[in-house]
């Protein structure tokens, strides 16, 4: 009987639009040349994290800028990356548009109002491309959210509409001890979901999704190493039951240290990644390559977790 | 009609005697590069963030290692950076002593007893050198240290006297909403200051002040984006009415984020330098070059930063 | 009558298994070059922070896999440190393992516990090497865990009855201003000890541990810079009075920055290696060397320190 490798990354998100990783300031030169480093390592698609935060714009949006007063960005990311994509032969997911007030709410009606506009402007300026594979709703759920299930449904149902059914996917947090925010002190928290609440809490939303949704890629950093496993066979099970894929996010950030966010240890990836191919996962993606995986990122530690990796995986097979 | 170009970046700090910036650890040779580069990028004049903090000092002054219980630095940056200024043909600002009381009890008294040697000695020391060609007052005023007027024009009043009416320059924060310490784990704060209420206060400040300080350059980075303009306007208006010059004081750092601080992001530094060539500012300087836009950052954001600043101003001009 | 030149750093911390300090990645062939940078700084010694830090460990470990869970590691640190130790002539100090709980509960059983298992299996691995010079005991102790003092006697004992007396050496704090949680928002504190109390409460520790102690090593970062050189004079006449070595552990990173954390401002490393001197420190070692001062550190504020350094000894002998 042969060994079973790890799950390898074959894909990731884009960050380009920052929440609270600082901007690399690269130009066409360096995301060309990092698309081919994913290439390289094996990423066949990427995922933009989202097409604007708040007043600021991946792409120019008319309707943004004009009915929502986002600023008008120096230049056109979708595009680009829509190119890069294509030059590198991988999918492109477009990540839907996120206002902030969610976040500060609780309130998902804005995002749906301005998701309605912004997907179909979005599919009409980008759809063309051979690139464009599908969605990725950047509302991030949890158990927290519940009450949002049916508004990512019809979420999903408007990009497969407007798209003639591209896939749509999701990737909610586990509400483990290591869900707190970037700008608090602490790492970690006390008050954490149960693997029971966990699997009755999901059933209820997977079933809310399963029409519009298609796959579900949890981030794998809020829970403890030796907890994931269990975790993501809960996911599993759940996205079986319901007909969704079942992906893993690996987070390539440490959300041990205090410093928020330096690159990943190999060691921790490692053990992820073992989890994620011991519970079937069938995709791996993670967040993201060029802040923490990168030979050219600005953290130095991403360049030699990348050498670790091919290593790893040149070495192993 | 033609187009107006954004202001372009003519001055810099100089933050080697740091508060809240982690140190580079530079020699002469490193020093005499950044010149180099801040000349190329079109910088005339570097000003000195302060010439010593608590006991740290940029030059051994007698007065405050005897008198004040300072540490006798290592090497005498003042000089340093004079003849770089002179080889560049830059102008040199010299920051005045900061206790750090100030920032503790908001008491100004022993600043004000302290700079008053200070700037005797420095002018006698410095003085002579070409490059020597005004002032800055490292005190941080702002709407909560109204009271401090009277302390701020006496300072800037024997600056003039002891250097025949060298300029003086202050870089006073608006209270907006990211006036948050660097320690706090917070953002952004709730209790922030009106547009009106910004004009009244500081309609008093600058008539306070407006015999003995030349330029106020406010810093730019604690209000969004977009109200900007209309506080740049008002600090215009007011420069205006009073005599004053009207600088801005782009920061070069993000305050969006959790690491505090890294490198901007080049679209932010961008709608700053609109919102300043709109507002009519004479000149925007930063704070600062060395982290934060220079080529040989420790921060290699930076260095990108300072590609796209370059290639816009380039391709646009 | 010559000048006395300050305290030359010739040990580091080796911080494979990280508490707080973010994973550089590093592979053999890193390393290795490491190794060689600390030998031509003038470092004969390195000490293994810990063994194993809660379910991470630096060798393959059977008591901590099979007995507590925790994982199987990558690769093996352990021997690559002894192994490179040997090739640079330096001494190697094993960390004892640290599981987490006693930071937490400041019980320190679980610690003792564990570490007989594995001091035991550690020797047997690994005593036949030639670098394999001794013992640091991991477990941080402070005036709030005198109540531990027999226990890190009793570790010290072990340690020396299984490798036939190999030197132990421990590096406790001082509970001065500085004494934070990494994590926490703040840089000071006020509730701070007195000099008075360090002496006698450190009178007490030493008179406990003196016989299974060799060497004591404070961190010397917790206290001011003009208030260390009297913490380490204390500390030095204790070691005395009670036949113990009197190092110091001069931290190499900046606890005055936000960011936690970055390398320290050379200016004030020197300040540490001048007060050590004076107060007649037999050696210097730091925390640490491979990411604050390394030229291939991920923080190149760090290479610029080591150049600092060795400009700032080679000039001066």
Not at 55 to 60: A, K
Not at 203 to 226: L, M, P, S
Not at 277 to 306: D, V
Request: aromatic share 14%.
């Amino acid at each position: 009987m042969s060994i079973q490798l790890p799950l390898k990354i074959s894909g990731t998100f884009l960050d380009e639009i920052s929440h609270d990783i600082p901007h690399q300031n690269w130009g066409k030169k360096e995301w060309d040349a990092d698309f081919a480093h994913m290439a390289k390592m094996g990423i066949d698609s990427v995922f933009l994290i989202r097409s604007g935060y708040k007043r600021f714009l991946t792409y120019p949006s008319n309707y943004l800028i004009e009915q929502q007063g986002c600023y008008e960005p120096p230049t056109d990311l979708v595009e680009m990356y829509l190119v890069l994509a294509e030059k590198y032969s991988m999918d492109f997911y477009f990540g839907t548009y996120d206002s902030g007030l969610y976040w500060e709410t609780g309130n998902m009606l804005h995002e749906l109002d301005c998701n309605k506009y912004v997907i179909e402007e979005a599919y009409k300026k980008y759809g063309h491309y051979k690139a464009f594979k599908g969605w990725y709703l950047s509302l991030e759920l949890s158990r927290k959210t519940k009450g949002s299930v049916e508004a990512i449904a019809s979420l999903g149902r408007q990009c497969k509409d407007v798209s003639g059914g591209l896939p749509v996917m999701i990737s909610p947090w586990i509400d483990g001890k290591k869900a707190v925010l970037a700008a608090e002190g602490k790492l970690a928290k006390q008050d954490i979901v149960s693997l029971q609440t966990h699997y009755q809490e999901w059933d209820e939303i997977f079933d809310g999704i399963k029409n519009d949704v298609d796959t579900v890629a949890f981030q794998d950093g809020h829970v403890d190493y030796h907890e994931l496993e269990h975790f993501l066979n809960i996911n599993k099970e759940l996205a079986d039951k319901y007909g969704l894929n079942s992906w893993t996010n690996i987070e390539s950030f440490d959300r041990d240290m205090p410093i928020k966010f330096l690159p990943i240890k190999f060691e921790k990836m490692l053990l992820k990644l073992k989890a994620a191919q011991k519970a079937g996962c069938s995709k791996a993606i993670t967040f993201e390559f060029s802040h923490f995986i990168s030979p050219q990122s600005a953290y130095l530690q991403a360049g030699h977790l990348y050498n670790r990796y091919m290593e790893y995986f040149n070495e192993e097979n």
